[in-house]
Each structure stands twice: as C-alpha cells, then as structure tokens.
C-alpha cells in the first residue's frame, strides 16, 4: 500500500490542494491525515470538505477540537486564539460534527501508530515531542508497543526519532529514511498549512513498503496571506499585548506545575 501522510493544514486550502496534486501524480492510493485540519488560515470549511474527501484515516488535532467547541483553547496563544474565534464563527455545523467527532490516535496496522500531538502521557493532541525528555519517553513508550512505526504532527517541523536498544537519534532535513530490523521510528511529516521549519513551502511523506519520502511543494503563499487578511486573522498582538500574553502563559505554567503536583500526593 502507497500512503501519503500529511498534518496541520490549518485550513490553507492552496496548500492543501498543491499537497492532494503531488500525491495524486505520486501515485498515493490512501491519505493519512494527522490532524490540525482547521486553524490559522481562512478556508477551514473548504478543507475539512477536502480531508473528507480525499482522506482516508483522520485524527482530531488540538485546532479541530477548539474549533468543534469540545477543548477550550485557553492555552492558545493569541493569534490561534482568536482564529478559532473566527473559525468558530464560519465553520459549517456538520463539519463541526465531524471534527468533534474525530480519534486523537488510531493505529494503521500492526505497524504502523498515529497521533496528533504524543503517545505519553496518554495518548494526546496537547504536548509537543520536541524537548530530549519528550523524545525520550515517546520513543520508550514506542519501544514497548508492537508497531515500530508512530506517525505524530503537531511541532509543524518534519523529523525522524529513531530509538534501537535504547540508543536515541534525532534526523532533520532529510529526503528520506528506510525502515529496518528492530529499530523504533517515531516520524513527523511536517505541516502542509504552517510550515515551522524555515522552509515556507508544505511539507508533506510518502510511505511505501518501509521506505518514506519526505517532499516539499509549492504553492501560492501570496493567495492565502491575502485570504487570511481579509478574514482579519493576520493580527499582530502590540507589544502591551505581548507582554500580557507572556505574563498569562508563564502563570498558565505555573498553574499547570501545581496542578500536576497536587495529583502525584
Ligand atoms: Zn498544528
């Protein structure tokens, strides 16, 4: 089977539609999404259509759940904030339903896992694996399941983890990476919508027979700035307001760090 993986479009429908072309002319016969199909940018009715569609397993990410109204994004930070305000406000109700109604993780085959954000602490479409601890404990996590290969999104930044008897290794800005033998691979596509790599065209794999390809694509990035302008989503917080928002998530933090304390007495 020929798959094609993408996450976080983050309803940029040119970037989506760019990704759907370059698979199609790959050949791909299903499409994995990750999650994060709504978000950001100012086509989030037209991309959930668009994932129904052409996708053939889909999780919920972070956004989607926001934007279904079942996660209050009160952690957001304030530009995602007030997208999904905005995406509340438009977002077609059965397509809200669908959202609302997606898995957080999901497993292919005896091979293959998918989630949004990290399989530990429970599987969850909140924490990013990024830090060498988060990295670690996934890859742990991993090692002691049956599939060796878990699909995640949510960092907007694709990369393989790679875990073999305990040895750890990170690999970014790769064109591809084979599967072998015992190793554990813990793999992000990238982001289609919000590339967060420095690179600004979509990212998105394909994998096939234990082989995945990792691909960039083009598309029109001056289309969806105009479009998110005139949605008003491209604010830009002032400076007061960016030192509000500091202030709010350094005591977020804290109010989560308690709370976690308090549930280990
Ligand atoms: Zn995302």
Request: glycine share 6%; aromatic share 6%; charged share 25%.
């Amino acid at each position: 089977m020929r798959y094609g993986v993408i996450s976080d479009v983050h309803a940029n429908l040119e970037a989506l539609d760019a990704v759907c072309r370059q698979l199609d002319a790959a050949h791909v016969e299903r499409v994995i999404c990750l999650g994060d199909t709504v978000g950001y940018h100012a086509h989030p009715n037209e991309c959930v259509a668009r994932v129904r569609e052409r996708c053939d397993v889909v999780l919920a990410g972070n956004h989607d759940r926001a934007a279904a109204g079942t996660l209050d994004p009160i952690e957001f930070p304030f530009v995602a904030r007030h997208a999904i305000a905005w995406t509340r406000d438009v977002l077609d109700p059965a397509h809200a339903a669908y959202l609302a109604g997606l898995p957080w993780f999901d497993v292919l085959d005896r091979t293959t896992s998918l989630v949004h954000g990290a399989l530990v602490p429970t599987p969850n479409d909140l924490l990013h694996i990024s830090s060498p601890q988060r990295i670690e404990a996934n890859l742990a996590a991993l090692a002691r399941r049956t599939e060796r290969l878990c699909w995640f999104g949510h960092t907007h930044k694709p990369v393989v983890h790679t875990w073999l008897a305990g040895r750890i290794a990170s690999q970014l800005g790769i064109a591809s990476v084979e599967l072998v033998g015992e190793t554990r691979y813990l793999v992000n596509p990238g982001s289609v919508g919000q590339p967060r790599d420095g690179d600004p065209r979509a990212a998105c794999a394909i994998f096939d027979d234990g082989r995945i390809q990792f691909l960039r694509v083009e598309f029109d990035v001056s289309a969806t700035r105009r479009a998110a302008d005139a949605a008003g989503l491209l604010l830009r917080p002032s400076a007061v307001r960016r030192s509000f928002e500091v202030a709010r998530s350094r005591w977020l933090d804290a109010v989560s760090l308690a709370r976690r304390a308090r549930a280990r007495l």
